[in-house]
């Protein structure tokens, strides 16, 4: 094994492990499109799907089958039919529907069933169950259309899927419902994912689908001015709602993201649109700090806030690889703790992912930015700039008229934002007492 690879891939691994411990015994709801599986990625997504339930996630997997529908229909000479981004399900379609769910049902227990050595399922004991955990009521007549077998979720067994996610089962889904009558009516998988998910009061609701997510701007072509918005507020996505048109196909922008906001302001924590088309999509979603798709949330994951002495052994972590190769001046434990109220930090998920402090000298109305830390995994993203501004309210707060750094390998970023070099005499005489000579540290200073 290359000395390269250990060099990647254990800070690689200890960089997920918060992700592990903060979702064990969280409650993921999937919904998977049939494009998904008409494509050939099922066998990966299930590879993936055991991964994260085998550190602790309990999942509920709700299957799609458009395509496998539409497949039937085509071959029996029947036109698939559609109003309202609903699909009219008339006795052929119905019949076509129930044979697709059970064909898919067969593969996708199949494709959990698989073990052979040196894949990702070796050794892996993923059992599926699937059950009438559904009550469903008919569509009905909307605007003069008849939907005939076409049904919304009436009911969801809550008690039934959650024991059986408590036995360590994945629990499956075809989206279909009965009566009370025992009549079937056949289910979109947004609808059931979206319902189950509400019902069961779900940590994720994520879809995987054909389209990427909403890019930041949502009406612009796809290029690299215009990325996918990883974090959405909820807010932000009702708004953009309002201005869309109804959607009519998936890969309308709006078709998945009404589920999503459907199933945010319902209590569902956070909702995501991923794409299929890109391997282990799943993992990079889930596992990696700014993920891959778009997320909908109901308020910003990334907390920009003062430290508390709870946060200390945070800082520690985060500052450790910066003090070993001389970027920072070391600082012990006992030194943090004793400065934390000078401290900003910016929190994702739990893990703090950048810091600052400020040491103010208000005899000369000016204030040091020290510690200044953002993670390797957050370097890019504005995070910095956060903290800065967040620095500077914090100075103008104690009437200060300007803030300096110290740095000797970093001027050219503070610069860049405002900062100019003056000579270390210029440094209050307080910090000046202090200051290292052999280090031979950059001053730069920031008028407020």
């Known amino acids: 094994m290359s000395a390269v690879f250990n060099f990647t891939f254990v800070p690689w691994f200890r960089s997920v492990a918060p992700y592990i411990h903060k979702f064990r015994n969280q409650t993921f709801v999937i919904g998977l499109t049939g494009e998904a599986i008409a494509a050939g990625k099922l066998h990966s997504i299930a590879q993936d799907l055991a991964l ?3 550190m602790g996630v309990k999942i509920v997997l709700v299957h799609g089958f458009r395509p496998q529908v539409n497949e039937q ?3 029996k000479g029947h036109a698939a039919k559609y109003s309202h981004g609903i699909r009219i399900t008339d006795s052929v379609a119905l019949d076509c529907a129930q044979e697709a769910a059970g064909q898919l049902r067969y593969e996708i227990e199949a494709a959990f069933s698989q073990g052979l050595p040196n894949t990702p399922m070796a050794g892996a004991t993923v059992r599926v169950i699937s059950g009438n955990f559904l009550t469903a009521r008919p569509v009905g007549i909307v605007d003069g259309v008849d939907f005939q077998h076409s049904g919304l979720v009436r009911k969801v067994d809550v008690a039934g899927i959650q024991r059986t996610l408590d036995m360590g089962a994945l629990v499956l889904l075809s989206p279909f419902g009965f009566s009370p009558t025992g009549e079937a009516f056949n289910l979109s998988m947004e609808e059931v994912a979206t319902s189950v998910a509400i019902e069961l009061r779900a940590d994720k609701l994520i879809f995987l689908t054909e389209v990427q997510g909403i890019r930041m701007s949502p009406t612009e072509p796809e290029s690299d ?5 990883t974090e959405l507020p909820l807010a932000d996505a009702q ?20 589920h999503c906001v459907k199933a945010c302001k319902a209590g569902v924590e956070r909702s995501h649109i991923l794409p299929f088309a890109v391997d282990g999509s799943l993992l990079l979603e889930v596992y990696v700090h700014d993920g891959i798709g778009t ?4 308020e910003k994951l990334e907390e920009l806030r003062e430290a508390t002495i709870d946060d200390v052994g945070g800082i520690l972590q985060l500052i450790e690889p910066f003090e070993k190769d001389g970027t920072l001046v070391k600082r012990d ?15 994702h998920d739990g893990v703090i992912f950048g810091c600052a402090a400020l040491y103010p000298y208000p005899e000369a109305k000016t204030a040091e930015m020290a510690a200044v830390t953002v993670s390797p995994q957050s370097q890019g993203t504005g995070d910095g700039e956060k903290l800065l501004k967040r620095i500077e309210q914090r100075a103008r707060l104690l009437g200060l008229d300007s803030i300096f750094v110290l740095t000797t390998r970093t001027m050219h970023w503070f610069i860049k934002r405002g900062f100019s070099p003056v000579d270390p005499d210029w440094l209050p005489d307080a910090r000046k007492r202090k200051y290292n000579w052999d280090r031979k540290s950059q001053v730069l200073v920031k008028k407020l």
């Open 52 to 54: 994260i339930q085998a």
């Open 73 to 75: 229909l085509a071959a």
């Open 225 to 229: 001015d215009n990325p996918i918005d």
């Open 239 to 258: 708004a953009l709602l309002a201005q869309l048109p109804p959607a009519q196909q998936p890969t309308d922008t709006g078709f998945y993201l009404q």
């Open 295 to 298: 997320m909908v949330i109901d």
């Open 333 to 347: 434990r006992t030194e943090i703790e004793r400065d934390i109220a000078t401290y900003t930090i910016i929190e």
